[in-house]
């Protein structure tokens, strides 16, 4: 009988962990030193303005910008809570327009990037070309603002500052691309065997498996909604449409006008306009702005680690 030789379980297991590790062990404490300092250069800039949004302008002035002020104030966040009503009214209609927006975005992008995906569509071809025509040439600012105010009577509504970004041809790419890679056209034929509609395989088939490719483009529809002032400053001229970020932009004009002009006014009020937080302001705008999409992004980030690997393993 032919002897049969059995290894200790302890060197199986380090067999069974040396196949699983790719790497030795100093190459595996490099790479996580590397990514380590990777991520302190990623957060330590916010954490940098948000230190600046509470140091007091004296501070700044002696100093410069600094992680250890002479002096911490909440000047800057007092200047801006003054607002009072106004301040809320633009946080509601930035957040009614980016998630009105982006719902709507999203459902134009599937329903425009779902025809594009099916082969049998005829006129596919022609509005893949037309789509990605769009991404090269622009009517320009004049006919756009003619057409959207004059023609469309976008003014001073929050149709105004939803309308004009609802298509991105970019985002029909993405899904387009998403729907060829991940799903199988098998399923398809078998959904319209049974009896499935368009509308019912998209809504109840495709979309369902889509999340992944779903959430990258409402991350990126959402942060251009969110982050969007221009619009307002074409259209928009009712204080109670203003957005958060043109708002705040339009309160750093004027901190930003009435110092520079400071010396013009009586001494009192010069030395009033002068003590005004215009660094400590501009930082602090900034976290007013980053914090919602800062708490917004983990709910995304599942959804668009999954959209980055789709189509990594093939069977």
Same mark, same amino acid.
């Given at each position: 009988? #032919?002897?049969?030789?059995?290894?200790?379980?302890?060197?199986?297991?380090?067999?069974?962990?040396?196949?699983?590790?790719?790497?030795?062990?100093?190459?595996?404490?490099?790479?996580?030193?590397?990514?380590?300092?990777?991520?302190?250069?990623?957060? @330590?800039?916010?954490?940098?303005?948000? @230190?600046?949004?509470?140091?007091?302008?004296?501070?700044?002035?002696? @100093? %410069?910008?600094?992680?250890?002020?002479?002096?911490?104030?909440?000047?800057?966040?007092?200047?801006?809570?003054?607002?009072?009503?106004?301040?809320? /009214?633009?946080?509601?209609?930035?957040?009614?327009?980016?998630?009105?927006?982006?719902?709507?975005?999203?459902?134009?992008?599937?329903?425009?990037?779902?025809?594009?995906?099916?082969?049998?569509?005829?006129? /596919?071809?022609?509005?893949? *070309?037309?789509?990605?025509?769009?991404?090269?040439?622009?009517? %320009?600012?004049?006919?756009?603002?003619?057409?959207?105010?004059?023609?469309?009577?976008?003014?001073? +509504?929050?149709?105004?500052?939803?309308?004009?970004?609802?298509?991105?041809?970019? +985002?029909?790419?993405?899904? /387009?691309?998403?729907?060829?890679?991940?799903?199988?056209?098998?399923?398809?034929?078998?959904?319209? *065997?049974?009896?499935?509609?368009?509308? =019912?395989?998209?809504? =109840? *088939?495709?979309?369902? @498996?889509?999340?992944?490719?779903?959430?990258?483009?409402?991350?990126?529809?959402?942060? #251009?909604?969110?982050?969007?002032?221009?619009?307002?400053?074409?259209?928009?001229?009712?204080?109670?449409?203003?957005?958060?970020?043109?708002?705040?932009?339009?309160?750093?004009?004027?901190?930003?006008?009435?110092?520079?002009?400071?010396?013009?006014?009586?001494?009192?009020?010069?030395?009033?306009?002068?003590?005004?937080?215009?660094?400590?302001? /501009?930082?602090?705008?900034?976290?007013?702005?980053?914090?919602?999409?800062?708490?917004?992004?983990?709910?995304?980030?599942?959804?668009?680690?999954? %959209?980055?690997?789709?189509?990594?393993?093939?069977?």
């Amino acid at each position: 009988m #032919a002897r049969v030789e059995t290894m200790p379980v302890s060197h199986t297991g380090k067999k069974r962990k040396a196949r699983m590790n790719a790497v030795s062990l100093p190459t595996e404490v490099v790479i996580h030193i590397v990514l380590i300092l990777f991520c302190l250069i990623c957060v @330590i800039p916010f954490i940098f303005v948000g @230190i600046i949004s509470f140091t007091s302008e004296e501070s700044i002035r002696e @100093i %410069g910008y600094s992680f250890l002020p002479n002096k911490l104030s909440l000047q800057a966040y007092r200047y801006v809570f003054d607002l009072g009503d106004q301040l809320w /009214r633009s946080y509601f209609n930035s957040f009614y327009i980016t998630i009105v927006g982006t719902f709507l975005s999203v459902l134009i992008s599937a329903l425009y990037s779902y025809a594009l995906f099916r082969k049998d569509y005829k006129y /596919r071809r022609f509005f893949t *070309i037309f789509c990605f025509f769009t991404m090269l040439f622009g009517g %320009g600012l004049a006919p756009t603002y003619m057409v959207c105010k004059n023609l469309l009577g976008l003014s001073d +509504n929050y149709a105004a500052l939803i309308v004009p970004t609802l298509l991105n041809p970019f +985002n029909v790419i993405i899904m /387009r691309t998403f729907f060829q890679t991940s799903i199988p056209l098998d399923l398809l034929d078998s959904a319209a *065997i049974d009896g499935s509609g368009e509308y =019912h395989t998209l809504f =109840h *088939i495709v979309l369902p @498996i889509s999340k992944p490719g779903i959430a990258s483009i409402s991350l990126l529809t959402s942060l #251009a909604y969110w982050n969007e002032w221009f619009l307002s400053m074409l259209y928009i001229r009712d204080a109670k449409y203003f957005p958060l970020q043109y708002l705040l932009m339009r309160m750093q004009n004027q901190v930003d006008f009435l110092v520079k002009n400071s010396s013009k006014i009586g001494p009192e009020a010069a030395k009033i306009m002068r003590d005004l937080p215009q660094e400590s302001l /501009r930082m602090a705008l900034v976290v007013l702005i980053v914090i919602p999409i800062a708490f917004a992004y983990p709910f995304f980030q599942r959804y668009i680690i999954s %959209g980055l690997t789709i189509g990594s393993i093939k069977g």
